[in-house]
């Protein structure tokens, strides 16, 4: 059972920087892209950014935002900088079985965290 879990998330003012992890547990990752996503109160959830966890390719929606991983860890990272008001959001992994370019669709992608609480004041 692939397990996925957010942390990182916080209260930050907007210019400022924060770090979300994601740990992986259940199986081996090597086929598969871990991806970030969000969603904000009334909007649908948006892709953010992606990386294939077997070579670190990555994708991204968002070019303030740089996501990578440590096969070591099993962790996937975002770090966010220069946040805006309007990244507030709750943000999510996700993992897709998948190891090709990471995509960017939401209904690829299988198996989600709970999710991680992002809010940036102005």
């Known amino acids: 059972q692939v397990q996925l879990v957010e942390s990182g998330g916080g209260l930050v003012q907007a210019g400022g920087s924060l770090r979300l992890s994601c740990a992986a547990s259940g199986r081996t990752f090597a086929s598969y892209a871990i991806g970030w996503f969000r969603q904000a109160p009334g909007k649908e959830r948006e892709f953010v950014a992606a990386?294939?966890?077997?070579?670190g390719t990555t994708r991204y929606a968002e070019g303030r935002f740089t996501i990578s991983r440590d096969t070591a860890k099993n962790t996937v990272y975002l770090h966010m900088n220069s946040l805006k008001p309007e990244d507030t959001a709750v943000y999510y992994c996700?993992?897709?079985?998948?190891?090709?370019?990471?995509?960017?669709?939401?209904?690829?992608?299988?198996?989600w965290g709970q999710g991680t609480q992002v809010t940036v004041s102005s």
């Open positions: 996700a993992a897709d079985r998948y190891n090709g370019c990471p995509r960017n669709n939401i209904n690829e992608y299988d198996y």
């Open positions: 990386v294939s966890w077997n070579d």
